[in-house]
């Protein structure tokens, strides 16, 4: 049965930190591109960061709103992706999503790519940022 689980969303104050993880299981998410959305009642899901596969370079990808806040990572033995949230905004607050995809031609290239292409979805962790 394929899951991916999210968990580590919670409540914090501004300029906290936060580290979500996405943990994989019936299918390897090593192979897989893995992106972070994100989605805050009344707006649009945005996505907040993808990762490549290692085997395509692993490289990494962050909208403006995150840059230098936001860091994704994988870590392969354990089938998780993580997301390392710093100096945590209140507008960094909505549900969290990860989803894998395996289209890398389209999808993490100069952006998240197409939102369809990711197969698999996580249920979502809540984040909110608040003093």
């Known amino acids: 049965q394929v899951q991916f689980v999210e968990s580590g969303g919670g409540l914090v104050q501004p300029g906290g930190s936060l580290r979500l993880s996405c943990q994989a299981s019936?299918?390897?998410?090593?192979?897989?591109?893995i992106a972070w959305l994100r989605q805050a009642p009344g707006k649009e899901r945005e996505g907040v960061s993808c990762?490549?596969?290692?085997?395509?370079?692993?490289?990494?990808y962050y909208p403006d709103s995150v840059k230098g806040r936001f860091t994704i990572s994988r870590d392969s033995a354990k089938n998780t992706v993580y997301l390392q949230m710093n100096n945590l905004e209140p507008e960094d607050t909505a549900t969290y999503y990860c989803?894998?995809?395996?289209?890398?031609?389209?999808?993490?290239?100069?952006?998240?790519?197409?939102?369809?292409?990711?197969?698999?979805w996580g249920q979502g962790t809540q984040v909110t940022v608040s003093s």
């Open positions: 019936g299918f390897s998410s090593n192979y897989y591109a």
């Open positions: 989803a894998a995809g395996d289209a890398l031609f389209r999808l993490c290239v100069m952006d998240i790519g197409p939102v369809r292409d990711y197969r698999y």
């Open positions: 990762i490549k596969p290692n085997s395509h370079g692993g490289s990494a």
